[in-house]
Protein backbone atom coordinates (compact mmCIF):
# COMPACT_ATOMS: atom_id res chain seq x y z
CA UNK A 1 0.00 0.00 0.00
CA UNK A 2 1.42 3.53 -1.22
CA UNK A 3 1.14 5.57 2.37
CA UNK A 4 2.56 8.72 0.84
CA UNK A 5 0.51 11.82 0.72
CA UNK A 6 -1.71 12.60 -1.86
CA UNK A 7 0.64 15.71 -4.06
CA UNK A 8 -2.68 18.29 -4.81
CA UNK A 9 -2.07 21.26 -6.40
CA UNK A 10 -4.73 24.06 -6.38
CA UNK A 11 -4.77 26.34 -9.24
CA UNK A 12 -6.39 29.37 -9.78
CA UNK A 13 -6.99 32.32 -11.86
CA UNK A 14 -6.52 34.83 -8.92
CA UNK A 15 -7.73 37.07 -11.37
CA UNK A 16 -11.43 38.51 -9.15
CA UNK A 17 -9.53 38.90 -6.02
CA UNK A 18 -7.09 41.66 -7.15
CA UNK A 19 -9.28 43.79 -9.19
CA UNK A 20 -12.32 43.60 -7.39
CA UNK A 21 -12.93 44.98 -3.42
CA UNK A 22 -15.57 42.92 -2.66
CA UNK A 23 -14.08 39.67 -3.38
CA UNK A 24 -10.73 40.45 -1.94
CA UNK A 25 -12.70 41.16 0.77
CA UNK A 26 -13.99 38.09 1.20
CA UNK A 27 -10.78 35.98 -0.10
CA UNK A 28 -8.28 38.13 1.17
CA UNK A 29 -5.47 36.01 -0.48
CA UNK A 30 -7.46 34.03 -3.00
CA UNK A 31 -9.68 31.27 -3.40
CA UNK A 32 -7.28 28.55 -4.06
CA UNK A 33 -5.52 29.27 -0.85
CA UNK A 34 -8.81 28.68 0.86
CA UNK A 35 -9.35 26.11 -0.75
CA UNK A 36 -5.57 24.73 -0.01
CA UNK A 37 -6.84 25.28 3.73
CA UNK A 38 -9.90 23.24 3.73
CA UNK A 39 -8.17 20.32 1.60
CA UNK A 40 -5.30 20.80 4.47
CA UNK A 41 -7.60 21.05 7.71
CA UNK A 42 -9.31 17.50 6.39
CA UNK A 43 -7.08 15.91 5.20
CA UNK A 44 -4.37 16.33 7.01
CA UNK A 45 -0.77 14.12 6.61
CA UNK A 46 -2.64 12.23 3.55
CA UNK A 47 -1.92 15.40 0.96
CA UNK A 48 0.75 17.80 0.03
CA UNK A 49 -1.52 20.58 -1.18
CA UNK A 50 0.51 23.46 -2.90
CA UNK A 51 -1.10 26.42 -5.03
CA UNK A 52 -0.46 28.28 -8.40
CA UNK A 53 -1.86 30.99 -10.39
CA UNK A 54 -2.65 32.14 -13.99
CA UNK A 55 -0.13 34.39 -14.12
CA UNK A 56 2.74 32.46 -12.47
CA UNK A 57 5.20 31.30 -15.33
CA UNK A 58 4.03 28.80 -17.85
CA UNK A 59 0.56 29.01 -15.43
CA UNK A 60 2.53 27.13 -12.86
CA UNK A 61 1.76 24.18 -14.86
CA UNK A 62 4.67 23.27 -15.91
CA UNK A 63 5.80 19.87 -17.13
CA UNK A 64 7.90 19.05 -13.80
CA UNK A 65 5.30 20.15 -11.76
CA UNK A 66 2.45 17.87 -13.69
CA UNK A 67 4.83 14.91 -13.36
CA UNK A 68 4.88 15.36 -9.59
CA UNK A 69 1.42 16.27 -9.17
CA UNK A 70 -1.59 13.57 -8.25
CA UNK A 71 -4.39 15.67 -8.41
CA UNK A 72 -4.77 19.04 -9.80
CA UNK A 73 -8.11 21.25 -8.84
CA UNK A 74 -9.01 23.89 -11.25
CA UNK A 75 -10.83 27.27 -11.20
CA UNK A 76 -10.99 30.13 -13.59
CA UNK A 77 -13.83 32.43 -14.58
CA UNK A 78 -12.59 35.94 -16.00
CA UNK A 79 -9.76 34.57 -18.36
CA UNK A 80 -10.05 31.07 -20.13
CA UNK A 81 -8.95 32.68 -23.53
CA UNK A 82 -5.59 33.38 -21.82
CA UNK A 83 -4.70 30.45 -21.07
CA UNK A 84 -2.05 28.81 -23.08
CA UNK A 85 -2.70 26.00 -25.83
CA UNK A 86 0.75 24.47 -25.06
CA UNK A 87 -0.02 24.42 -21.26
CA UNK A 88 -3.62 23.14 -21.69
CA UNK A 89 -2.18 20.14 -24.13
CA UNK A 90 0.04 19.59 -20.96
CA UNK A 91 -2.61 19.24 -18.77
CA UNK A 92 -4.57 17.39 -21.27
CA UNK A 93 -2.09 14.20 -21.17
CA UNK A 94 -1.22 14.29 -18.02
CA UNK A 95 -5.30 13.91 -17.09
CA UNK A 96 -4.89 10.88 -19.61
CA UNK A 97 -1.85 9.13 -17.77
CA UNK A 98 -3.85 9.29 -14.74
CA UNK A 99 -3.77 12.17 -12.85
CA UNK A 100 -7.16 13.56 -11.55
CA UNK A 101 -8.73 17.29 -12.11
CA UNK A 102 -11.32 18.51 -9.90
CA UNK A 103 -13.06 21.15 -11.86
CA UNK A 104 -14.80 23.65 -9.87
CA UNK A 105 -17.54 26.06 -10.85
CA UNK A 106 -16.67 28.67 -13.64
CA UNK A 107 -14.43 26.32 -14.96
CA UNK A 108 -16.77 24.34 -16.88
CA UNK A 109 -15.83 26.65 -19.25
CA UNK A 110 -12.16 26.26 -18.95
CA UNK A 111 -10.57 25.21 -22.33
CA UNK A 112 -9.06 21.92 -20.64
CA UNK A 113 -12.29 20.56 -19.41
CA UNK A 114 -14.17 21.31 -22.76
CA UNK A 115 -11.28 19.44 -24.34
CA UNK A 116 -12.10 16.38 -22.17
CA UNK A 117 -15.53 16.96 -22.55
CA UNK A 118 -15.63 17.10 -26.35
CA UNK A 119 -19.04 19.69 -26.62
CA UNK A 120 -19.36 23.29 -25.02
CA UNK A 121 -19.85 22.74 -21.48
CA UNK A 122 -22.65 25.65 -21.49
CA UNK A 123 -25.06 26.07 -18.61
CA UNK A 124 -27.95 28.96 -17.82
CA UNK A 125 -26.51 30.70 -15.23
CA UNK A 126 -28.42 34.09 -13.01
CA UNK A 127 -26.11 35.90 -10.16
CA UNK A 128 -28.40 37.13 -8.00
CA UNK A 129 -27.82 35.95 -4.34
CA UNK A 130 -29.44 32.52 -4.53
CA UNK A 131 -29.97 29.68 -1.83
CA UNK A 132 -28.46 26.60 -3.14
CA UNK A 133 -28.92 22.85 -1.92
CA UNK A 134 -26.80 20.24 -2.78
CA UNK A 135 -28.88 17.21 -2.66
CA UNK A 136 -27.17 13.79 -2.97
CA UNK A 137 -28.31 11.29 -5.17
CA UNK A 138 -25.57 8.71 -4.67
CA UNK A 139 -24.79 8.60 -1.01
CA UNK A 140 -22.69 5.22 -1.09
CA UNK A 141 -20.07 7.06 -3.47
CA UNK A 142 -17.19 7.68 -1.35
CA UNK A 143 -17.22 12.13 -2.56
CA UNK A 144 -20.42 11.85 -0.62
CA UNK A 145 -18.77 11.11 2.32
CA UNK A 146 -19.59 12.56 5.87
CA UNK A 147 -21.78 15.66 3.83
CA UNK A 148 -25.62 16.39 5.11
CA UNK A 149 -28.37 15.95 2.75
CA UNK A 150 -29.21 18.70 1.57
CA UNK A 151 -25.62 20.84 1.81
CA UNK A 152 -27.62 24.29 2.37
CA UNK A 153 -25.35 27.15 0.37
CA UNK A 154 -27.11 30.34 1.75
CA UNK A 155 -25.70 32.56 -1.03
CA UNK A 156 -24.92 31.36 -4.54
CA UNK A 157 -25.12 31.80 -8.06
CA UNK A 158 -27.85 29.69 -10.07
CA UNK A 159 -26.36 27.27 -12.11
CA UNK A 160 -29.11 25.46 -14.08
CA UNK A 161 -29.88 23.01 -16.68
CA UNK A 162 -29.11 22.52 -19.58
CA UNK A 163 -25.91 21.57 -18.88
CA UNK A 164 -24.23 20.75 -22.44
CA UNK A 165 -21.97 17.94 -21.07
CA UNK A 166 -21.60 14.17 -21.91
CA UNK A 167 -23.89 11.58 -19.96
CA UNK A 168 -21.45 11.56 -16.81
CA UNK A 169 -20.37 8.08 -15.38
CA UNK A 170 -21.23 8.76 -12.01
CA UNK A 171 -23.93 11.49 -10.67
CA UNK A 172 -23.08 12.35 -7.17
CA UNK A 173 -25.17 15.36 -6.57
CA UNK A 174 -27.79 17.53 -7.48
CA UNK A 175 -28.39 21.31 -7.29
CA UNK A 176 -31.99 23.43 -6.88
CA UNK A 177 -32.60 26.79 -6.73
CA UNK A 178 -34.58 29.78 -5.64
CA UNK A 179 -36.52 30.32 -9.09
CA UNK A 180 -37.13 26.67 -9.49
CA UNK A 181 -33.83 25.63 -11.52
CA UNK A 182 -32.22 22.43 -10.81
CA UNK A 183 -28.14 21.28 -11.92
CA UNK A 184 -26.03 18.02 -12.05
CA UNK A 185 -23.42 20.08 -9.61
CA UNK A 186 -21.50 16.97 -8.45
CA UNK A 187 -20.50 14.63 -11.71
CA UNK A 188 -17.82 12.35 -12.01
CA UNK A 189 -15.80 11.48 -15.78
CA UNK A 190 -12.88 9.59 -16.92
CA UNK A 191 -10.52 10.15 -19.67
CA UNK A 192 -8.39 7.64 -20.36
CA UNK A 193 -6.45 6.33 -17.04
CA UNK A 194 -7.56 9.52 -15.17
CA UNK A 195 -10.54 10.32 -12.71
CA UNK A 196 -12.63 13.86 -13.42
CA UNK A 197 -14.49 15.06 -10.52
CA UNK A 198 -17.14 18.92 -11.40
CA UNK A 199 -17.99 20.43 -8.70
CA UNK A 200 -20.19 23.59 -9.57
CA UNK A 201 -20.15 25.70 -5.93
CA UNK A 202 -18.06 28.54 -5.84
CA UNK A 203 -18.90 32.03 -7.36
CA UNK A 204 -16.07 34.22 -6.46
CA UNK A 205 -19.10 36.97 -5.28
CA UNK A 206 -20.01 34.94 -2.26
CA UNK A 207 -18.09 32.91 0.50
CA UNK A 208 -18.68 29.46 -0.85
CA UNK A 209 -15.19 28.03 -0.50
CA UNK A 210 -15.04 28.96 3.36
CA UNK A 211 -17.99 26.68 3.47
CA UNK A 212 -17.21 23.45 5.28
CA UNK A 213 -19.65 20.97 3.96
CA UNK A 214 -18.09 22.46 0.36
CA UNK A 215 -14.83 22.00 1.49
CA UNK A 216 -15.94 18.60 2.61
CA UNK A 217 -17.13 17.04 -0.85
CA UNK A 218 -13.31 18.93 -2.46
CA UNK A 219 -11.38 16.88 0.37
CA UNK A 220 -12.93 13.74 -0.38
CA UNK A 221 -13.00 14.46 -4.66
CA UNK A 222 -9.22 14.80 -4.27
CA UNK A 223 -8.97 11.42 -2.09
CA UNK A 224 -10.79 9.94 -4.71
CA UNK A 225 -9.44 11.54 -8.09
CA UNK A 226 -5.84 10.30 -6.84
CA UNK A 227 -3.98 8.07 -8.83
CA UNK A 228 -1.74 5.25 -8.52
CA UNK A 229 1.83 7.85 -8.89
CA UNK A 230 3.47 4.14 -9.80
CA UNK A 231 0.87 3.37 -12.75
CA UNK A 232 1.32 6.65 -14.12
CA UNK A 233 1.08 6.18 -18.52
CA UNK A 234 -1.05 7.30 -21.18
CA UNK A 235 -2.81 4.28 -22.59
CA UNK A 236 -0.69 3.05 -25.37
CA UNK A 237 -2.03 0.32 -28.32
CA UNK A 238 0.67 -2.54 -28.22
CA UNK A 239 0.75 -6.04 -29.77
CA UNK A 240 0.20 -8.78 -27.57
CA UNK A 241 0.66 -12.42 -29.29
CA UNK A 242 -0.44 -15.97 -28.41
CA UNK A 243 1.78 -17.90 -26.18
CA UNK A 244 2.73 -14.21 -24.52
CA UNK A 245 -0.65 -12.69 -24.61
CA UNK A 246 -0.21 -10.49 -21.51
CA UNK A 247 3.23 -8.62 -22.43
CA UNK A 248 2.64 -6.11 -25.20
CA UNK A 249 5.13 -4.93 -27.68
CA UNK A 250 6.56 -3.42 -30.58
CA UNK A 251 3.66 -0.56 -31.38
CA UNK A 252 5.38 2.47 -32.39
CA UNK A 253 2.46 4.38 -34.48
CA UNK A 254 0.75 4.43 -37.74
CA UNK A 255 2.84 3.73 -41.38
CA UNK A 256 4.46 6.88 -42.37
CA UNK A 257 3.19 8.73 -45.14
CA UNK A 258 5.20 7.77 -48.13
CA UNK A 259 5.44 11.57 -49.98
CA UNK A 260 7.18 12.48 -46.46
CA UNK A 261 9.38 10.27 -45.98
CA UNK A 262 10.41 10.62 -49.48
CA UNK A 263 11.65 14.05 -49.57
Known amino acids: MNDAPIRVLVWGENRHERAEPHVAAIYPDGMHNAIRRGIEDRLGARASVSTATLDDP ?7 VLAATDVLTWWGHAAHAEVSDEVVARVHRHVLSGMGLLVLHSGHWSKIFTRLMGTTCTLRWRSENDRELVWTVNPAHPIARGVPHPIVIPAQEMYGEQFDI ?3 DEL ?3 SSFTG ?3 FRSGCTFRRGN ?5 FSPGDQDYPVYHHPDVLQVISNGVEWAAGDPARRALPTLLRYETGDFFNGHDYRGAMPDQETEAR
Open 194 to 198: GRIFY
Open 180 to 182: GEV
Open 58 to 64: EHGLTEE
Open 172 to 174: IFI
Open 166 to 168: PTP
